[in-house]
């Protein structure tokens, strides 16, 4: 079973890089974000008739998550739960970020988890050091405790399940060009870093270290001052694997190439493939 990651950065401009990476890589599920598309309004009759089942969930021009999937889905769930106060400024949290369901394998389910985890930027501080209160760096870090206990209640059931997508989160110095460029960055910051470890803590796999251990393997390089010539980029898109899916890990790479393509994302794919 081969699952794939993409940040498209929109729909509508990226529906052709989409089809044409989608037929050159075969994939049987990819989760995407950043869709930038309300429901309605995403193509999915086109990608239907390339074989995917599609499920959406979708917000007008920001955010949006989507599966694709050659085999079946069970089970679709919209939206990280627990987010009733969790907004910015103490709304409750609408914005479109998160998406599950079930895949059914030949011989196992697995449980696939799609998100685009907040940007967090700018960050706002307290003379304390703490994030100001409804700021997009305390809903960023609220929401990642808010993946961490939905990630506890996956692993207490003991079945296979993973976690990907647009993690905004650069794990370590290694997974940037010039890490000290991005020190006071949310993606980077030390809080950000701590809520990640945390995360991982509970028994994930960092799929794409398991299996590509090389230097300078990034997942995301800015459109500005020729960064993707220079290979100036960012590994922000992970795929976390518990252990019953650890457990059947074949492989797990990036596809580069896609970035050198006419209108590319400014994100790449990332895959993974389990024997299931």
């Known amino acids: 079973m081969k699952i794939a990651s993409f940040n498209i950065n929109g729909i509508k401009a990226r529906i052709d890089a989409l089809t044409d990476w989608l037929k050159e890589a075969d ?55 627990n987010g009733a106060g969790m907004g910015r400024d103490g709304a409750d949290d609408i914005e479109a970020r998160y998406i599950e369901a079930t895949v059914m394998g030949k011989d196992k389910a697995l449980r696939i988890c799609g998100l685009y985890l907040p940007n967090g930027n700018p960050v706002d501080l307290n003379a304390d050091g703490t994030p100001v209160a409804g700021s997009k760096y305390d809903f960023k870090l609220k929401w990642m405790q808010r993946l ?38 949310a993606l980077f910051r030390p809080e950000s870093r701590e809520m990640f470890r945390k995360l991982m803590g509970q028994g994930f796999t960092d799929a794409l270290r398991v299996k590509n251990a090389a230097d300078e393997t990034y997942t995301f390089w800015d459109y500005q001052a020729g960064a993707f010539d220079r290979n100036d980029g960012i590994r922000i898109d992970h795929f976390l694997l518990c252990p019953q899916a650890a457990d059947h ?17 400014d994100h790449v794919p990332i895959w993974v493939d389990l024997d299931l």
């Open 148 to 185: 961490h206990d939905r990630a506890a209640e996956l692993f207490a059931l003991e079945e296979p399940f993973l976690m990907a997508g647009d993690f905004n989160l650069i794990p370590q110095a290694e997974d940037a060009k010039r890490p000290d460029a991005w020190r006071k960055d």
């Open 249 to 265: 890990l074949q492989d797990c790479q990036i596809d580069a190439y896609a970035r050198a393509k006419a209108k590319p994302s």
């Open 27 to 81: 994939v049987d599920v990819v989760v995407l974000q950043e869709i930038k598309s309300v429901d309605e309004n995403f193509p999915r009759a086109h990608f239907e008739d390339m074989g995917y089942i599609v499920e959406t969930h979708g917000q007008k021009s920001f955010n949006g998550v989507a599966i694709l999937s050659k085999l079946p889905l069970e089970d679709v769930t919209r939206g990280l739960p």
